[in-house]
């Protein structure tokens, strides 16, 4: 795998996030590998620690885009998104 193999992973595929709005379905240019947030401003995470995302559903998620989601929903949302992303990772034999 290449240094950026999980990075690269993340075209073709369909947002694993799926918020309202979402418009990350197979193919869609703009899913791009997301990081969970690390707290600190440009900090980002190992990409091990990070979930398939649209435009729409990743800023969402970095508090770009406003959205009335329930904190502690929105975040175990996305922990559910790095599982599934975690599991496309393992059948493609990137980890």
Do not use: P
């Not at 980002?44 to 649209?54: E, F, N, R």
């Amino acid at each position: 795998m290449s240094k950026n193999g999980l990075r690269e992973s993340a075209r073709g595929e369909a947002c694993t996030l799926r918020l309202d709005g979402c418009n990350g379905g197979v193919l869609n240019e703009t899913v791009v590998l997301c990081h969970l947030n690390s707290g600190g401003m440009g900090a980002k995470t190992h990409d091990l620690h990070s979930w398939y995302g649209c435009h729409s559903c990743h800023n969402i998620a970095d508090g770009r885009k406003k959205h009335n989601y329930e904190s502690n929903w929105l975040s175990h949302m996305i922990l559910l998104a790095v599982i599934k992303t975690q599991e496309r990772f393992i059948e493609k034999d990137l980890i």
